[in-house]
């Protein structure tokens, strides 16, 4: 502490001889400085793109994109891949694996970890470098999760085996360090990561918590209905209250929307084994065919043509009415039928919402604006007089309006009728006599700059510029002012003060003046011989001392001892 009071001393006392114009050229000095900093860290800190799951399929980039609308995250698309700043993609891959909005086979997202492998290596030291660096891009993604300090993955891929020996289902393990209780939804979340991430079966993996030496395992699907019916109750009321609120906030202040929502989140599997029809998948084929025919004919004698006589009768003369013959024919043929089958398995995840309710409470206040501007206009009085109550008589009809058309907008808002098995949800619409509080307040507005909200990234930039300006006109301003002073003419010392020339004596005066009697500055003081060598054996002494301490004490001893 003290070399710093000395440090800031000096620098007060260099400080203290400068002139005003010495110091202002320091502080534009200063200035320059920190805006050349500034500048760098401008232009060099922009966030380096890269793809937040390379080589996925273009579902799963279309998946991660609605995950970042979601969660108002910086990112660009660029040809459909997603592109994220480097720094946060462990994040965001955490995040996104807490919200289950990982691909189920996440395998191809490690796949492209090694960027460079040497052709010298095998193929097995190739895959065990692709572990390695799949277990610690796993082990980053695991520690970035909320609630998570460190962690670490060992992955157990055995290696693909010969025939007759048996074979070994992958697993892995991984030892997670928690700031707070390790919950099961957390270790789903671990345990399908890293089953996802090398085609893991999800109940080969085990989850250790490091700080209480326990181990999880993930749950079944089937155990998952309770808390997935809690979540999707969950975001069905949150989603609908919203859309509600927002709807009728802009026009009633003060309106109080409260939504219960039924969900059916039982999975169903549908398996439909059919037979297709002949020319759409089943044929007949021939598989064999024997055949067998033979045909023999013996044509009759007839008479030769022209006239003849008929005193005699001759056989030979007439035809006969048909011929004789032989005729065999023998078939057999045999045909193997094929049937096309068609077998479709159909896995309905259902979550949709199957009956909605919602209640609606509008404040008094609201009703009575809608009675006064119905009313005809009164002509101008030279003193404001009080807005009127209206009736309880004439108030009655327009809330029976007014919640009549809000029940059937709410109505249009929560029709569940597109799903299956669906009941119509009821809404309830009142009026509550007292206003809530803060009812008129004026709305708190975000705070922005030039309009544009802080905790944007527009507005932090302009933040930047802003302060780049600033800098830039300070130090501007210091260096006119600089010049400014350098520039003025400075008044010129007199002959007088330059040669210090005595002030004139008066010409009447005879005494000039009378000097006294004083002490001489050194008084002579003669030194002998032995003055001289006793003085000069002191100095003597005095450097061995200070430079050869032992050497020193050791002759002090002997001195003495008298030796």
Not at 18 to 27: D, F, M, V, Y
Not at 277 to 297: A, F, I, M, Y
Not at 414 to 437: F, L, N, R, Y
Request: glycine share 8%; charged share 20%.
């Amino acid at each position: 502490m003290s070399r710093l009071q000395k440090v800031i001393a000096q620098i007060n006392a260099a400080m203290a001889r400068l002139n005003t114009s010495q110091k202002l050229l320091i502080a534009s000095v200063a200035v320059v400085m920190a805006m050349t900093l500034l500048l760098v860290q401008l232009y060099s800190g922009k966030n380096e793109l890269v793809p937040l799951m390379p080589g996925a399929s273009a579902e799963d980039q279309q998946r991660a994109l609605r995950f970042l609308q979601a969660s108002a995250v910086t990112y660009e698309n660029q040809g459909g891949q997603v592109m994220v700043p480097a720094r946060a993609q462990s994040l965001i891959l955490a995040q996104m694996a807490e919200a289950d909005a990982l691909p189920g086979d996440a395998r191809i997202l490690f796949d492209n970890l090694i960027d460079k492998q040497s052709w010298t290596l095998s193929q097995r030291q190739n895959q065990q470098l692709e572990t390695i660096a799949v277990q610690n891009e796993l082990a980053q993604i695991i520690s970035k999760m909320s609630g998570i300090r460190a962690a670490s993955v060992i992955l157990n891929l055995p290696e693909k085996r010969s025939l007759g020996q048996p074979g070994t289902q992958p697993s892995a393990a991984a030892t997670v360090f928690p700031t707070r209780a390790l919950d099961q939804n957390t270790v789903d979340s671990i345990a399908q990561l890293v089953a996802g991430s090398r085609g893991i079966d999800p109940k080969n993996v085990r989850v250790i918590d490091g700080t209480t030496n326990r181990q999880h395992k993930a749950r079944e699907e089937g155990t998952l209905a309770a808390s997935t019916y809690l979540e999707y109750v969950a975001a069905v009321e949150s989603r609908k209250q919203q859309q509600l609120q927002e709807m009728l906030a802009s026009y009633i202040p003060g309106v109080i929307v409260t939504v219960h929502a039924q969900v059916d989140v039982t999975t169903r599997r549908t398996e439909t084994n059919s037979i297709l029809p002949e020319g759409k998948g089943s044929v007949s084929l021939l598989k064999s065919d024997q055949s067998k025919s033979r045909e023999e004919t013996h044509p009759t004698t007839g008479g030769e043509p022209g006239p003849r006589s008929n005193t005699r009768e001759d056989i030979s003369g007439f035809a006969s009415s048909q011929g004789a013959g032989s005729k065999e024919t023998t078939g057999d043929s045999q045909f193997q039928t094929e049937f096309g089958r068609e077998n479709r398995i159909v896995v309905d995840p259902r979550g949709n919402p199957t009956k909605i309710n919602a209640v609606v409470n509008i404040p008094r206040p609201y009703f009575v604006e809608v009675w006064r501007s119905r009313q005809p206009a009164a002509a101008p009085a030279s003193t404001p007089a009080p807005a009127p109550e209206p009736p309880e008589n004439d108030l009655q009809p327009i809330v029976t309006a007014e919640t009549a058309r809000i029940k059937g907008e709410v109505e249009l808002q929560i029709d569940t009728s597109a799903g299956a098995e669906t009941v119509k949800g009821e809404v309830q619409v009142s009026m509550i006599p007292i206003a809530p509080a803060g009812l008129g307040a004026p709305a708190v507005q975000p705070a922005s700059i030039l309009g544009i909200p802080t905790g944007t990234l527009a507005a932090e930039g302009l933040v930047k510029n802003i302060a780049l300006g600033g800098l830039a006109l300070l130090a501007l301003s210091m260096v006119l002012v600089t010049a400014m002073r350098t520039t003025k003419r400075e008044p010129l010392p007199s002959a007088e003060e330059l040669v210090g020339l005595p002030p004139a004596l008066d010409s009447g005066s005879e005494l000039v003046g009378e000097a006294g009697e004083a002490e001489s500055a050194l008084t002579g003081i003669e030194l002998t011989d032995d003055d001289m060598r006793t003085r000069k054996v002191s100095e003597q002494v005095a450097d061995l001392v200070s430079e050869k301490p032992e050497d020193a004490a050791r002759l002090l001893g002997r001195w003495i001892s008298g030796s």
